[in-house]
């Protein structure tokens, strides 16, 4: 729009052009229009922004959790109060589900969401967080669980806004596993 | 021998899951929602008399605590009762700081506890004899917390919990024994009968 204009320089126009939403506020903003309302989570240093802003915001209740099959527990007991959830953790906590996925979400059929933040890949500097990582994807796969992995911006509110409606209609669980494609992860600092 | 009843600490009377979880139900007037742990726990719930509002767990041991929680927290304003064992708590103890810390008035949390892994052969607990339940929630800051001395302890701490404006849990030293009836384990209709039952949903 405004380099139709003709007058301002390259500079000027990148400072006037609506900024670009970020993946966390994506998130946020996707989590609202669908009405969840409770964010349990174990950490993660890439998810600091989203975490501080969702406190930030009167619309959730959210709290860190002991682990992450705690936030799993509850989140269930939630949806199945009439209070919709999700889950926020990083690659290694998951792997602390595959207990409470297989006999608590999928076979009561709970529409449990969670958002993993990747380690592990692209730029690891910790060996067993690159090989906890492996064993995320077989885990999903072996229960047959809807996953996707987010690596662009521009797919990205598609991705979660429609996984997120997809697992409360069919009552079954997604992982959407966020990349450092698309949030830069965390790297290694001296 | 019981090895609980020779814990030197706490005078409290060795009592039975079955008949502890029958006087629970039968004072449930109001809706109140129980969720049964994995186990015994639910099998004692289910044996005291299937009703709406009550959950059964098949595994994700340690659990019914965190589930409680959020049925806490979507429904402030129904009673929650959820039964654990010691073993299962053991499990999933830092889930009592979080309650602390949320402090659903609404949550009454009750602690079988006989020291042993009953169901998988009766086997004592790395806390058996040594770890005390109330002091850990306490510790925890769940500062409503109390052993139950007996059966009528536990009914007055039951009632007490129905009014309170903190969550409150109730421990109780129980025997050996096994669960008294066994859960229709299918847990589609578990879930789907409990959010009936939670008027969450209307039936198909």
């Not at chain 1, 993946?23 to 969840?36: D, F, P």
């Not at chain 1, 991705?159 to 069919?170: G, L, N, P, W």
Request: charged share 20%.
């Amino acid at each position: 729009m405004a380099a139709a204009e003709g007058q301002i320089s390259p500079q000027a126009f990148q400072d006037q052009a609506p900024r670009e939403r970020s993946w966390h506020e994506i998130v946020l903003q996707t989590l609202k229009r669908n009405e969840i309302r409770l964010v349990p989570y174990v950490p993660d240093r890439v998810l600091t922004t989203l975490i501080k802003n969702i406190h930030a915001d009167p619309f959730f209740t959210t709290f860190p959790t002991a682990r992450e099959e705690e936030a799993v527990g509850i989140v269930s007991g939630a949806w199945m109060g009439g209070l919709r959830g999700a889950v926020l953790m990083q690659t290694s906590g998951f792997a602390t589900l595959a207990n409470v996925l297989a006999s608590l979400a999928i076979p009561y059929q709970i529409p449990l969401i969670m958002f993993v933040s990747e380690r592990g890949t692209l730029g690891e500097f910790n060996y067993g967080q690159s090989l906890v990582c492996r064993t995320m994807r077989p885990v999903l796969d072996s229960l047959a669980m809807e996953h996707h992995t987010a690596t662009r911006l521009d797919e990205f509110e598609f991705i979660v806004d429609r996984s997120i409606k997809q697992a409360i209609t069919t009552q079954a669980p997604v992982a959407l596993i966020l990349s450092p494609l698309l949030t830069g992860g965390k790297v290694f600092e001296k | 021998m019981n090895v609980m009843t020779n814990r030197p600490a706490r005078n409290t009377k060795v009592m039975n899951r079955f008949d502890l979880t029958s006087r629970l139900v039968a004072k449930l007037k109001n809706q109140e929602a129980v969720i049964g742990g994995i186990g015994n726990t639910n099998f004692d719930l289910w044996a005291a008399g299937h009703r709406p509002q009550n959950f059964y767990m098949l595994g994700s041991m340690g659990l019914a605590f965190p589930i409680a929680l959020g049925v806490a927290l979507a429904q402030p304003e129904r009673r929650i009762f959820a039964l654990e064992g010691d073993g299962s708590l053991l499990m999933q103890m830092g889930c009592l700081a979080t309650i602390a810390t949320q402090a659903p008035k609404n949550l009454t949390m009750i602690v079988m506890d006989n020291g042993l892994y009953q169901i998988t052969g009766a086997q004592p607990t790395p806390a058996t004899a040594v770890a005390d339940i109330v002091a850990i929630a306490t510790g925890c800051g769940l500062s409503n917390s109390a052993w139950a001395a007996d059966e009528e302890d536990f009914e007055r701490l039951v009632d007490q919990s129905l009014s309170a404006t903190a969550p409150t849990l109730i421990a109780v030293r129980i025997d050996d024994k096994p669960g008294v009836g066994a859960t229709r384990r299918d847990p589609v209709q578990i879930r789907e009968r409990f959010m009936l039952g939670l008027g969450v949903r209307e039936a198909l």
